[in-house]
C-alpha cells in the first residue's frame, strides 16, 4: 500500500517511512500510538484530533493523508523539494523541535535503505546485514 501511495503521489517510499521513524518510531512512541497519524500530522479544524494531532482510523489512512499534504502542500504549493527544505517547515524549531537532527536521521535512514549499508542503523543488526546482501 505504501508503495502505490508513493507512485501515486510521486514522493519516494524511503522517505515516508524515514519521516514515520522519526516523527514516532514507526508508530511505537508519542501521540501516533493512539492517533494512528504517520507523519503526527495537525488537524485542521472539526476533524478528529486527540492531543492536538489528527486522529485517523488506521495507518493507512494516516499515510494516505501524509502523502498528500506532502504532495500537495510541501511540493507543489510551497515548492520546497528536499527534506533539507521541508524539515524546517515541518517540524519547525520554535515548536520544540530539532529540524537538523531530523533532517540527519531522515538522510541517514533513506541513504540505507537506498543500498548504502554503511548508513544503516546498528540496531537492529540485521538491517545492516540484510543491506550489505543486497536482499
Not at 44 to 59: A, I, K, T, V
Not at 95 to 104: E, K, L
Not at 109 to 129: K, T
Amino acid at each position: 500500500d505504501l508503495v502505490a501511495l508513493s507512485r501515486a503521489y510521486q514522493v519516494d517510499d524511503a522517505v515516508a517511512l524515514a519521516f514515520f521513524v522519526m516523527e514516532s518510531r514507526a508508530g511505537t512512541e508519542g501521540e501516533a500510538v493512539a492517533t494512528r497519524s504517520f507523519g503526527n500530522l495537525r488537524p485542521m479544524p472539526n476533524e478528529p484530533q486527540r492531543d492536538g494531532y489528527r486522529l485517523y482510523h488506521s495507518w493507512l489512512d494516516g499515510a494516505s493523508e501524509w502523502f498528500a499534504v506532502i504532495r500537495h502542500l510541501y511540493l507543489n504549493q510551497y515548492k520546497l523539494g528536499t527534506v533539507e527544505a521541508i524539515v524546517p517547515v515541518y517540524v519547525p524549531s520554535t515548536d520544540s523541535n530539532d529540524p537538523a537532527a531530523m533532517i540527519g536521521g531522515i538522510r541517514q535512514l533513506v541513504a540505507c535503505w537506498h543500498g548504502d549499508a554503511a548508513q544503516c542503523p546498528s540496531r537492529p543488526a540485521a538491517i545492516r546485514a540484510m543491506v550489505a546482501g543486497g536482499r
